[in-house]
Structures are given as C-alpha cells and as structure tokens.
C-alpha cells in the first residue's frame, strides 16, 4: 500500500443516501434514507465506500463519535445497520477517509477527543471482520483516499494533522 499527503484544510462532510441515475441526464434520485436505528440519527464525517452493489459508511459522528457500520444495498434500496454482517470497527472517530484496495474496505485516518489518529482499519465483508494490520505515519483527519484502479493501492492526500 502506497500513501502520499500534503497538508489541505480540516473538511467534515455528510453521506447522504442519494443515487445518481444516467450519467447523461446528471440527475440525483432520492433513496432510502439512513437513519440509523442504534442512533436515531444519520451520520456526518464518515468513510463511505462501494464495493460491488453495496455502499458501506463506516464511523463518523451519529449523536456522538463512533466505530459503528451501515451498508446500504443498492438493487434493494434498504440499510443494513450492525449485526453480524455489519459489526463495528474497533476506534471510533470521525473526519475519516475510506476506500477499497487488497480485498478490503479502509477506514483511514480520522479525529478523536485528543486531535488526528494514525489508525487505519480494514474490513473484510467475506468473514465481516476488523483488522488494524497498519496504520499512518502521520496522523491526519478529514483526509481525502482514492483507491487505484487494480485495487491493490490507496492514495491519501491532506487532512489536518494539528489538534485544533
């Protein structure tokens, strides 16, 4: 995995439960809404990933700071928040950034109580399981990750890497 950053400013933004129909007619489409029924709310500063016909949004703030999992399945137009199939991550954090490469799903980066974190997370939908295998040399949140087209590398570019 290959990692690149340059210093941006700090930027939270919400995910919202929208689809873009035909690319010519460049037209969003409602959804169902996620509302998160652990929380009661929706999510803002979270990783959100698709991967096949699933959109993951993973931590972020929901009331409050959290580790917590919704996957949003797109033929069907339904959420599924937690259980077995979506458990939570281990640290939870917001400003975080997201993306697919060597067959998981990134949670990078991200703000904690104390500032920026270095913890980058892995979620592996074939057991839906958490790992840590790696983390940051630089602790960053609000960070922008693109994954590569061969899925096998992500870059990170800015986030804010001071407490304030």
Not at 8 to 18: E, F
């Amino acid at each position: 995995m290959t990692a690149r950053h340059a210093t941006i400013p700090y930027c939270v933004a919400a995910v919202a439960a929208l689809a873009l129909s035909a690319p010519a007619q460049v037209q969003w489409v409602a959804r169902a809404p996620m509302l998160d029924p652990r929380t009661n709310t929706g999510v803002e500063g979270a990783a959100g990933v698709v991967r096949g016909t699933k959109l993951y949004v993973s931590h972020g703030t929901r009331g409050t700071v959290s580790a917590l999992l919704s996957i949003y399945d797109i033929p069907s137009d339904t959420w599924t928040h937690g259980g077995a199939t979506a458990p939570s991550g281990g640290v939870e954090r917001y400003a975080v950034g997201g993306g697919y490469a060597v067959d998981n799903i990134w949670v990078i980066g991200g703000r904690r109580t104390l500032g920026p974190t270095t913890t980058m997370e892995a979620f592996n939908t074939t057991p839906n399981a958490w790992s840590s295998p790696v983390h940051l040399t630089v602790a960053r949140a609000g960070c922008a990750v693109a994954s590569f087209p061969n899925f096998d590398q992500l870059v990170i570019a800015g986030g804010r890497t001071g407490a304030a």
